[in-house]
């Protein structure tokens, strides 16, 4: 497998313009996180789906900000409009649920290489 | 509140000597950790786990780690550091009431390993 694949790799836009980002997650993982991370807040979980469905999007900072996941793979990350504070790098992960709460196994969570956006 | 720290934010070490990266946390409940890595311009990749059953925790690239639960540590070590070994190192812990799923992760600790 591929891995978690993340496009654009590099984004370099101007305040206001809307931006998309995009992210495949690992065949068969059924959740998809996407994080972002800054030398200030470090990695903070934005949102997260299940069987695409968003279950937690507590972390998502405002409404320029959504995400969807229209099939299990494929999920977006939209930022409309941008400001220059949106400026880090996004990544995405993905997991797969074949946990054992009996036995106790927990699968960890795979990242993409990553989106670095600079908005100016 | 649930957190994991880990405070150092660099560490420093001449290769071929051993390394330890510290990481301590607060949880309720029964802790599951986790240690990943960062390599400059990468995304994570994952190094080790702690779920259950024995303390010291065997991982990728020769990594081990001991979780401690009295000290609430979960500390990464490996005998023998590499220069390829320098990146950035992130420990993380389930959160316990943010649903199955969420991981809380440390501010991470910049690994230096010097010729």
């Known amino acids: 497998d591929a891995g978690v694949i993340q496009s654009p790799r590099h984004e370099v836009t101007e305040m206001g313009q809307e931006v998309t980002l995009r992210c495949k997650p690992i065949?068969?993982?059924?959740?998809l996180f996407w994080y972002r991370q800054t030398m200030m807040r470090g990695l903070e979980l934005l949102i997260y789906?299940?069987?695409?469905?968003?279950?937690?999007d507590s972390g998502m900072p405002e409404d320029r900000f959504s995400a969807k996941m229209p099939n299990a793979s494929f999920s977006t990350l939209k930022i409309q409009p941008s400001e220059p504070r949106d400026s880090a790098v996004y990544f995405c992960?993905?997991?797969?649920?074949?946990?054992?709460?009996?036995?106790?196994?927990?699968?960890?969570?795979?990242f993409g290489p990553g989106t670095r956006l600079t908005v100016l | 509140a649930q957190s994991v720290a880990q405070p150092e934010d660099q560490v420093n070490v001449a290769e071929g000597n051993p390394l330890t990266v510290k990481c301590t946390y607060s949880v309720s409940g029964n802790p599951y950790l986790f240690w990943y890595v960062q390599y400059p311009n990468r995304g994570l990749q994952f190094l080790l786990k702690?779920?259950?059953?024995?303390?010291l925790v065997k991982g990728s690239y020769g990594f081990e780690a001991e979780f401690n639960k009295s000290q609430t540590s979960f500390h990464l070590k490996k005998p023998s550091a590499l220069v390829s070994d320098s990146a950035l190192y992130f420990c993380?812990?389930?959160?316990?009431?943010?649903?199955?799923?969420?991981?809380?992760f440390g501010a991470g600790t910049r690994l230096a390993v010097h010729p």
């Open positions: 992960a993905s997991r797969e649920t074949t946990d054992q709460r009996e036995t106790l196994t927990y699968n960890e969570q795979f």
């Open positions: 702690y779920i259950t059953g024995d303390n």
């Open positions: 789906f299940n069987n695409n469905v968003p279950i937690d």
């Open positions: 993380a812990v389930r959160d316990p009431l943010g649903g199955y799923n969420k991981l809380i």
């Open positions: 065949s068969g993982h059924d959740y």
